[in-house]
């Protein structure tokens, strides 16, 4: 069951990039930030209160700094910049290879502030993942260059994120950490916005309103329900072969809803960061140990 959550998420996830850029034009990319997550996070709530009640915990001030801060980041900022990344590229595509990049930047973070130990195949999957990164970048534009830009600044950002909710994953499970920090940062973002006159609202129209929606609750919401259930159930080796599918599907997935046809150094780029994802995360190495396992048993 795992294995068909992490394919339903990984779809839906792929979706967000090439959809997103159909109401790009439209909407303001903070206001589309600000109501997925907004929207997702209610989504997710129920779940997240379920968790606290089943494993009785007594949620503290800090906690909730932690959560809001893990929020903040993730949707003020990581998020915020993949949506202008979208606006601002040629192609949704290439938002997609360079955010799915992370996994290199997390890599380091870990090695930094995790003190996680670098072997040969991590190594070989950072080098797979830059290659497959620079391979994507097509510098004959403004609009690429800046969105390549706004692009490695989400997987960096995003990165930090990752390497946060692993620090403080003994203390609150993904599930949690998503709704109510989704639930912060998406609450934050709106009050920024607010304060500074920016139209939150303005551009939404019966004809745009199913993109929006789906991407809030089906991509954000759903997904992340779906991703975090198979993470419990299957831990993270399993989880983390959803963002490597992703790269794979996005190229082909534009294609069909924007009608953008894939370049073939973005195909190649794809696989690359794809395969590099897989050795780089540790999904390889831990399949290897999991069959290593079932031997012995």
């Known amino acids: ?19 997103s850029k159909l109401i790009a034009n439209e909407i303001n990319p903070y206001a589309i930030t ?3 997550y907004f929207l997702g996070s209610l989504v997710c ?17 800090k906690d909730f700094l932690i959560l809001g801060g893990l929020g903040v980041l993730t949707v003020c900022i990581s998020m915020v910049l993949v949506q202008v990344g979208v606006k601002v590229a040629d192609s949704p595509a290439l938002i997609s290879v360079l955010f799915s990049s992370n996994s290199i930047f997390t890599i380091i973070f870990s090695v930094i502030f995790l003190k996680i ?34 692009g490695l600044l989400s997987a960096i950002t995003f990165s930090i994120y990752t390497v946060l909710c692993q620090k403080f994953i003994h203390r609150f499970s993904g599930i949690i950490q998503a709704g109510i920090s989704f639930f912060i940062g998406s609450s934050v973002l709106l009050i920024f916005l607010w304060i500074f006159g920016i139209d939150i609202i303005g ?6 309103l199913p993109e929006l929606a789906y991407i809030s609750i089906a991509v954000t919401g759903i997904g992340y329900i779906l991703y975090f259930s198979a993470l419990s159930k299957s831990g993270p080796h399993v989880a ?8 794979i599907l996005v190229p082909f ?17 794809v696989i690359l960061v794809a395969i590099g994802a897989t050795f780089s995360g540790g999904a390889f190495e831990s399949f290897i140990m999991n069959n290593k396992n079932k031997k012995l048993n």
């Not at 997240?48 to 494993?55: G, P, T, Y």
């Not at 551009?203 to 745009?208: E, K, L, Q, T």
């Not at 983390?240 to 790269?247: D, E, H, M």
């Open 45 to 61: 709530l129920p779940f997240s209160i379920r968790e606290i009640i089943k494993n009785k915990l007594n949620l503290k001030f």
């Open 240 to 247: 983390a072969l959803t963002f490597l599918i992703k790269p």
């Open 1 to 19: 069951m795992s294995y068909v959550f992490v394919l339903i998420t990984a779809i839906l996830f792929t979706t967000h990039e090439p959809v």
């Open 34 to 36: 600000a109501i997925r």
């Open 203 to 208: 551009g939404i129209s019966a004809d745009n």
């Open 253 to 269: 997935v534009a294609w069909i809803v924007n009608g953008i046809v894939p370049d073939y150094t973005i195909i190649i780029a």
């Open 117 to 150: 130990k670098m072997t040969k195949i991590k190594t070989a999957g950072v080098i797979l993942c830059v290659t497959g990164v620079v391979l994507s970048m097509d510098l004959t534009s403004g609009s690429n260059a800046l969105s390549i830009v706004f």
